[in-house]
Every structure is written in C-alpha cells, then in structure tokens.
T-cell receptor
Framework: DAGVTQSPTHLIKTRGQHVTLRCSPISGHKSVSWYQQVLGQGPQFIFQYYEKEERGRGNFPDRFSARQFPNYSSELNVNALLLGDSALYLC????????????FGAGTRLSVL | DQQVKQNSPSLSVQEGRISILNCDYTNSMFDYFLWYKKYPAEGPTFLISISSIKDKNEDGRFTVFLNKSAKHLSLHIVPSQPGDSAVYFCAFHNTNAGKSTFGDGTTLTVKP
C-alpha cells in the first residue's frame, strides 16, 4: 500500500513568489495535516483538514492557505514568500480528525532565495 | 510560549545499553502523548503512544512513561541497537484542537 506522497520533493523559489505543495494521503484516510519543520526544530502545526473542511489552524500568517479535495488529497499554498519560509513542509494523514497517530510523507524541501 | 521541551539535543549510548529520552510539557489540555522516530530524508514515523489516563505503555523494546503531576514524558529503549540511531520527537496531541505539538527532537546515536 502506498504511504503519504508529497510533491515536489524539492523546490527553489525567490522572495515574493508563491508556491503550491501537494499531498496524497494514505488510501482511506480522510484527515490531512500540514507541518513546517525548520532546521533544528520539530514540526510546527500549520493546518488540519477533515472532509474538506478546516478543523485546525496553527499560528501562521494569512499568506498560508490550504484546501482539501473530494479525493482527500490536499494542497498547501504560500503567497509572497519570505526567506524565513525556507523549510521542510510535511504532510500527515490519519483516518479521523481526532485520531492522534499520524502518518507522514517524506516532505517537500522549499528553499526561498 | 514553548509548550513542549526536549532538553537534550543529542544522546549517545552503547549498543545493548538503555536509552532514555525525555520531554517536559506545560499544557494540561494534551490527552495523547506520542513518540516519533525520524531517519534522514524520511518523514517522522510513529513509534509508541500513551493516553493521559495511563502512566506506562510497553511495546517490545520500547516503553513510554507519563508522569502527569510532573508533566514529564520519557521513552526507554532497551536494549538499544545501532538501527535505533535516529532523531526522536515527542509529540503531544490535543484531540479537541485536532493538533499535535512536537518537541525539537533528540538525536540518538547507538554505538556498536
């Protein structure tokens, strides 16, 4: 069975641009969460989506947005990129929104120059 | 505010010995406590968890201990193996908020 898949694996952007990251959850999982991991720190929660609705939001600016599609895949969008947005972006899926165990993809490494 | 703290950025142990990883937390709303392991170029993988109503959970070589009065979580690995070398994250889950809060990780090195 396929695990959580994220695309692209690496991405280089310049300041001010926008970026879209994609995630496909494990088959049957209806909840997708997004995390940002800066070097030397743990993953920081950005969003959770369940059944196409936002169920949780972390302390990130409005430049960050996300959505979930009917097939439960998800996109994370970041507008007006800043140098500080350079990080590993992780997607995690779980069956229910309240399920505490999450299954992570390998992440998208975003570099903002 | 930092709700979760992993005080040791790194830990080195000899193969066969016990590895003890620790986390402290401040938020009483957490109801599940988890440990994830992360190898380079991979996402974190779930290792073991404990609910807030228990104080110990065992799974093979891995045991998680929860001390709610001290707001302290620990992971014991015994015996440690070289394949256990990885970054370990504690994660604290708030079911109502639907989010997990992670520590900054401890890099465990198990020497043969």
């Amino acid at each position: 069975d396929a695990g959580v898949t994220q695309s692209p694996t690496h991405l280089i952007k310049t300041r001010g641009q926008h970026v879209t990251l994609r995630c496909s959850p494990i088959s049957g999982h209806k909840s997708v969460s997004w995390y940002q991991q800066v070097l030397g720190q743990g993953p920081q929660f950005i969003f959770q989506y369940y059944e196409k609705e936002e169920r949780g939001r972390g302390n990130f600016p409005d430049r960050f947005s996300a959505r979930q599609f009917p097939n439960y895949s998800s996109e994370l969008n970041v507008n007006a990129l800043l140098l500080g947005d350079s990080a590993l972006y992780l997607c995690a899926s779980s069956f229910y929104s309240s399920k505490n165990i999450q299954y992570f993809g390998a992440g998208t490494r975003l570099s903002v120059l | 505010d930092q709700q979760v703290k992993q005080n040791s950025p790194s830990l080195s142990v000899q193969e066969g010995r016990i590895s003890i990883l620790n986390c402290d937390y401040t938020n009483s709303m957490f109801d599940y406590f988890l440990w994830y392991k992360k190898y380079p170029a991979e996402g974190p993988t779930f290792l073991i968890s404990i609910s807030s109503i228990k104080d110990k959970n065992e799974d093979g070589r891995f045991t998680v201990f929860l001390n709610k009065s001290a707001k302290h979580l620990s992971l014991h690995i015994v015996p440690s193996q070289p394949g256990d070398s990885a970054v370990y994250f504690c994660a604290f889950h708030n079911t109502n908020a639907g989010k997990s809060t992670f520590g900054d990780g401890t890099t465990l090195t198990v020497k043969p």
